[in-house]
Each structure stands twice: as C-alpha cells, then as structure tokens.
C-alpha cells in the first residue's frame, strides 16, 4: 500500500482538498399528499481529505445542471476548494443496475467539458480517478457507507418529500461530524475531544433536547416527527457501530497493551442522545493477577465511576 496523498496528511482550511461521490437512488414523494408519484432523488456527499468531514446535499435529477447547482449551494456553505477529486465514470463498470444512469452520465462528454468550464470559471483543479480504479476514492467511499447503509433502513418505506429528505441528510451530516477524534488537551479535568466540527465551526456541534420518539408508532407522529424518528434510529445504529469499529478485537492468545493512565475514553451508551459522546479519563487503574487491567475508573462530566475496558472505546488516533 502507498502511502497517503499530500491533500491527507497536510495542514489546510477545510474543505480546500474535497472529495465527491454520488449515492441513490433514494424514493420521494412529490407532494405532501397521499396517493402521489414517486420520483428519484439521488444524494452527493462532499468529504474534506484533511479533516474527513462531510457535507450531504440532495440533487433532485441525473443533470449536469443540478450537480453544478449542488456543488454551487456546497460553495455558498464552505467557498471554493482548491482541488477537487471524483471517480470516473468507467469505475463504474457492471455496478449496480440502479446506478446506470448515473454513470452514464458522469462518463459523457458533456458532462466533463461542463465540469472542466465551472471548475475553470472558480480556478478549481480537477482530479478524476484513473479507470477501473474505485479503491482511490476510499475516503469518499467509506462517507458514503456510513451515510447510505444505515439511512436506507432507517427510513424503510417511508416516502418523505425533497424537503423533510433535505432536513434529514443535513442532520445526519451533523452526527458524522461529530465523532470524537482526538483529546484536545491534557488537563484532567478538560474532557473535550476534537472532531471535524471544530474544523467547520470551530467548536463541537450540539443539539436542542428533544422527545424520543424511537419507539411510537408511525401513525402517531406528524411529518417532522418522523423525520426525528429515522435521525434518532440513524444515531442510534451509526455510533454503535462506529465505536465497535474502533475496538480492536483480537483473539485471546494475543496480548494485548494495557489501557493507561489519563488517556481519553468513549463510555459506550446505548441511550446517548443525538450529537452526545460520553467522554472519560482515566485516574485508576485495578489490574488483575495477572497484571492485565480489566477495570478503571474514570472522571467524567457526570462524576466518577468505575467501568470494564470492554465497555469503553479509546479515540481512533494514537
């Protein structure tokens, strides 16, 4: 494997570096009424290659139009990147059947010369993939997995129309970007943790209390409040399967190094509520006879209490 690109590993206002991907189709309602056709929409996520945070939009038609007006209202959010990276269309060969149109399009030449006068116009470099080569876009791959795998079951068979969709990626956008990466500090009591948000706003994303409403049955819950239902579930899913992505599971016969003092933790919760990471140090350790620490106790926000490791996740970077 080769190592990471200079847009990875450099110092660089967010954004400057940018990745885009498609993913779809998703089903709509055209009206807010029932008995209404269904028309496809398809999403286009931005990642920044430095910081990895994403910006999800919703592109209403297979255009070269309405990717340029997606990538417009991604400019008016966050300015013009300096580089921006896609796949080429013939990636794409014997994907799947939905996606057909799509890459047809992103393969014809008018929509390259119309990408290649836009980017021109904003002084934008632009880097296509070489062909049959869809692992040199991991990055915006793997945004696109952590979007799409858990967004298509959360919604199931609701039809929501352009609007409540367009409200739901964007909040799904803030719970990605919210994930803990890194201790700021090393100040015990300083709990606070750096995430791509602190890169878009300078300080973590936060959000109003709300009801939880996971468990009411749809029937009961008006348009907006279905719409909190699937980002709750969504949070629910995605941090759970984000913070079992960050432990390391290995067999028993390997050692493994034991947990530290004053080392950053993630308490895995199953009823956090949305955009909340439950964020630790450790002040104690309780080692085994054996000289493994299987127990700590911790300092957080809440007061001190006493955890097994298993139940605790250390942030992704060491």
């Known amino acids: 494997m080769a190592d990471l690109p200079e847009s990875r590993v450099n110092n660089d206002f967010a954004f400057n ?16 009424f029932r008995n209404r056709n269904t028309i496809k929409v398809y999403g286009c996520i931005f990642v920044c290659m430095s910081s990895r945070a994403v910006y999800i939009d919703i592109v209403s038609d297979l255009s070269s139009e309405a990717f340029l007006s997606a990538l417009r209202r991604f400019i008016s959010h966050y300015s013009a990147p300096s580089h921006i990276y896609s796949d080429n269309g013939t990636n794409f060969v014997g994907a799947n059947r939905q996606l057909h149109e799509l890459y047809a399009l992103m393969d014809t030449d008018e929509f390259k010369r119309k990408i290649a006068n836009y980017a021109t116009f904003k002084r934008i470099k632009w880097h296509f993939n070489p062909p049959i080569s869809p692992h040199f876009g991991g990055l915006w791959e793997a945004a696109v997995k952590s979007c799409k795998h858990h967004l298509k079951r959360v919604m199931g068979n609701q039809l929501f129309t352009y609007e409540e969709l367009s409200t739901l990626t964007l909040e799904i956008g803030a719970i990605l970007n919210s994930r803990p990466l890194w201790p700021i500090s090393t100040d015990p009591n300083d709990l606070v943790a750096l995430s791509p948000a602190h890169f878009l706003i300078g300080k973590p994303l936060t959000m109003l209390p709300e009801i939880d409403v996971t468990d009411v049955p749809d029937n009961r819950l008006n348009a907006w409040q279905r719409i909190t239902k699937a980002k709750q579930w969504f949070w629910r899913r995605w941090q759970l399967e984000y913070l079992t992505g960050l432990q390391k599971r290995k067999k028993w016969i390997h050692p493994q190094e034991n947990i530290k003092l004053d080392q950053i933790v993630i308490l895995i919760d199953k009823n956090q509520p949305c955009l909340q990471w439950r964020l630790g140090r450790v002040i104690e350790l309780h080692p085994g006879d054996d000289g493994v620490v299987r127990v700590v106790t911790l300092k957080t926000s809440q007061g001190v209490f006493k955890r097994n490791v298993r ?3 250390l942030l992704p970077i060491e």
């Open 17 to 32: 570096h940018t990745g885009i991907d498609y993913f779809g189709p998703i089903f709509i309602k055209e009206k807010k």
């Open 311 to 313: 139940s605790l996740c």
